[in-house]
């Protein structure tokens, strides 16, 4: 099943220890990637989501988008974070460790890091203990400028990158040197280890389908191998950023 994961992918590495594996994932892993992250984990009772938060319930959204097949008439665009297993808190950017706050992370995603880390020599294989999903809607979702420090270690991160083409901005040290600036596209991994592993990083911004079709003219025939047509739908107006952690 190690075949189910990955096909053929090229591979950049940073020599302060951050990695890019372009179009790692396979279409089947992508599939099953994307529908949970729309369908299944902002539903689960053990998640939190920026809605939940709120005390809203997300499958008014979901069904409003299944019928309009739009973000922004759905109102869905609202979803911007899914929590798993050791839920961050973004306030506090503290993990919640009271009892009953922690849900468990879903094996989909535990399967990923475990192929992750044998692909890479992740050693030892990553635990996958966190996962924050982002939904980015096309120009108007971003993530300013931080850094990954809330984890009681540094064992590397793990992101991957589903839907359309974001800015990522990667420090090379403080809020006022320069920065690399990487296109995170559909089925990229990258992984922040070493000393990129504590860099400060954003996403200005998120590339709309027609911009997204200037740099990759495939790119609506990458997601159409998206077998769900919702969530195809979904991937022509919106990123995915699906990243995993180990948090102890
Ligand atoms: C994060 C983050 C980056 C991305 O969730 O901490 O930095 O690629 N995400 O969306
Ligand atoms: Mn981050």
Redesign the pocket.
Known sequence: HFRMVFFYFRLYELSSGAYLAKQYLSNYFITKLATAAVFEFPRRSDAKSNLSKLGQDVNPYLDKFIEEKSLAKSGLKALRWTTLGYHHNWDSREYGSEVGSRGTVPELLKTLAQEISKSFQITPVLNAEAS?C?Y?PANIGT?GI?S?DSEYCYHPIV?V?LGLP?V?LLGQGTRDDPCHEIL?EHGDI?IMDGKDRQAL?A?PRVLDLDRALKIDENYEKKITAVEDKIVYEYLKQSRI?L?IRQVN
Do not use: E, K
Request: no cysteine.
């Open positions: 924050i982002n980015y993530i931080h990954d992101s990158s974001a990522f995170l990258f990083h996403v950023n990243n």
